[in-house]
C-alpha cells in the first residue's frame, strides 16, 4: 500500500488533506527536497509539488525521473506559477522525438 | 569510415561477418521498438497535455475559492476545519511492461467506504467557499492521479525512446557501416595474398621449366658433341 503526498506553501495544499491525501507544508527549496527524500524512502508513490518549489528543486529530483516510485508531479499553487507543469510535458516530447512536434499554441 | 584494428584472417572475417548479422538483426529489432515506442508516448503525451490543462483549471478554482474562505474564516477555524480528515486515500502500485519500459498503474482504495466523504467539519462554522473548494479539489481527484499516471509514464518513455534512438543511430551510422568495411577490407586482402601466391606459383613454375629446358637442351648438345 502506497501513500499519496502533497509539498508546497500551506496556502496552496491545505485543502488536499480534506480528499484524503498527506500534506507536508514547507516554504523553501531545501526543506522541500529534505522532505521528497524522506518521502520517496517511507514509500509515497506519487508527490505532488507546487510549481514554485517544484522549479527550485531542479536536480534533486531529477534522480527520481528514472524510478517508477514516485512520481513528482508539479501542480499550480496559489503563487508564483511557473507554467512549469506544461513546460515539462513539452520538454519530455523534445527529449523524445527532438523537437516539440505537438505544441499546440 | 575507419576500418576496424583487425588481423586480415579467415577467423576475423568469420567472427565479423557473424557481428554484422547480429548489429543487423539488433538494429532492425531495436528501430521497431523505437516506432512502437514513438506510437505510444505520442498518444500518452497529448492526453497528458489535455488532462493537464483541465487539472491545472481545477486547481485554480479550488484555489481561489480557498482563498474566499480564507478570507471569511479566521486561519484557526480553518485550520480546525481541516485539521482531521475522514477520508484517506491509499495507492496499489502495479506496474506495467510496455516495450520493456516499467509504467505504473496506480489504483486508488479509499479509506471509508462513501468517496464523497470529504467534508471533515459541521457546516456551522464554517464558510459556503471552503465547501466549493473541497468539492471541486475532490472533482478533480481522480483526473489528478491519472494525470500523475500519464505523466510519470511519459517521463519514463522519454528516457528510454531517447537512449532507444541513440542505440539504433550508433548502429545504423557507425557499427554497421565499420563491419562492412572491415569485412571488404579483409576480404580484399585475402584475395589480393591468394592472387600473389599465384602469381608466385606461375613464376616459380615458370623458372623451373626454363631451367628444365636449359638441362634438356645442355644435355642434347652433349649428346651431338659425342655423336
Known amino acids: 500500500m502506497h501513500n499519496i503526498a502533497v509539498v508546497g506553501d500551506k496556502d496552496s495544499i491545505y485543502g488536499f488533506a480534506s480528499i484524503g491525501?498527506?500534506?507536508?507544508?514547507?516554504?523553501?527549496?531545501?526543506?522541500?527536497?529534505?522532505?521528497?527524500?524522506?518521502?520517496?524512502?517511507?514509500g509515497y508513490a506519487v508527490i505532488f509539488v507546487t510549481e514554485d518549489l517544484a522549479s527550485q528543486l531542479g536536480a534533486e529530483t531529477a534522480h527520481y525521473a528514472e524510478s517508477v516510485m514516485p512520481a513528482i508531479i508539479p501542480i499550480p499553487g496559489v503563487k508564483n506559477n511557473t507554467g512549469m507543469g506544461m513546460k515539462n510535458v513539452s520538454r519530455f516530447v523534445e527529449q523524445a522525438v527532438g523537437s516539440d512536434i505537438i505544441s499546440d499554441q | 569510415?575507419?576500418?576496424?584494428?583487425?588481423?586480415?584472417?579467415?577467423?576475423?572475417?568469420?567472427?565479423?561477418?557473424?557481428?554484422?548479422?547480429?548489429?543487423?538483426?539488433?538494429?532492425?529489432?531495436?528501430?521497431?521498438?523505437?516506432?512502437?515506442l514513438m506510437r505510444r508516448f505520442l498518444e500518452?503525451?497529448?492526453?497528458?497535455?489535455?488532462?493537464?490543462?483541465?487539472?491545472?483549471?481545477?486547481?485554480?478554482?479550488?484555489?481561489?475559492?480557498?482563498?474566499?474562505?480564507?478570507?471569511?474564516?479566521?486561519?484557526k477555524a480553518l485550520d480546525v476545519a481541516l485539521m482531521l480528515p475522514s477520508q484517506s486515500v491509499t495507492l496499489e502500485v502495479k506496474e506495467k511492461n510496455v516495450m520493456s519500459v516499467i509504467i505504473p498503474n496506480?489504483?486508488?482504495?479509499?479509506?471509508?467506504?462513501?468517496?464523497?466523504?470529504?467534508?471533515?467539519?459541521?457546516?456551522?462554522?464554517?464558510?459556503?467557499d471552503l465547501d466549493v473548494a473541497v468539492k471541486s479539489l475532490s472533482d478533480i481527484f481522480p483526473a489528478m492521479m491519472r494525470l500523475a499516471e500519464i505523466e510519470k509514464s511519459c517521463m519514463l518513455m522519454a528516457a528510454e525512446i531517447e537512449k532507444t534512438r541513440r542505440?539504433?543511430?550508433?548502429?545504423?551510422?557507425?557499427?554497421?557501416?565499420?563491419?562492412?568495411?572491415?569485412?571488404?577490407?579483409?576480404?580484399?586482402?585475402?584475395?589480393?595474398?591468394?592472387?600473389?601466391?599465384?602469381?608466385r606459383l606461375m613464376k616459380i613454375k615458370d623458372s623451373m621449366v626454363r631451367q628444365n629446358i636449359e638441362a634438356q637442351r645442355a644435355a642434347d648438345a652433349k649428346g651431338q658433341i659425342a655423336v
Open chain 2, 44 to 75: 500518452l503525451v497529448r492526453e497528458n497535455k489535455k488532462l493537464r490543462r483541465s487539472v491545472e483549471a481545477g486547481i485554480t478554482e479550488a484555489n481561489s475559492h480557498m482563498s474566499l474562505a480564507r478570507s471569511v474564516m479566521s486561519d
Open chain 2, 106 to 128: 496506480y489504483e486508488m482504495s479509499f479509506k471509508t467506504a462513501d468517496e464523497n466523504d470529504i467534508y471533515s467539519y459541521g457546516f456551522e462554522s464554517t464558510s459556503a
Open chain 1, 21 to 42: 491525501m498527506s500534506i507536508f507544508p514547507e516554504d523553501d527549496a531545501a526543506g522541500a527536497s529534505r522532505t521528497i527524500r524522506k518521502l520517496a524512502d517511507n
Open chain 2, 167 to 199: 542505440r539504433v543511430n550508433a548502429l545504423e551510422h557507425i557499427m554497421i557501416p565499420q563491419y562492412e568495411e572491415t569485412i571488404k577490407y579483409i576480404t580484399m586482402k585475402l584475395d589480393e595474398n591468394e592472387r600473389s601466391s599465384t602469381t
Open chain 2, 1 to 36: 569510415m575507419a576500418v576496424l584494428n583487425v588481423n586480415p584472417t579467415r577467423m576475423e572475417l568469420t567472427k565479423l561477418k557473424k557481428k554484422l548479422l547480429t548489429a543487423r538483426r539488433g538494429h532492425k529489432l531495436l528501430k521497431d521498438k523505437r516506432d512502437e
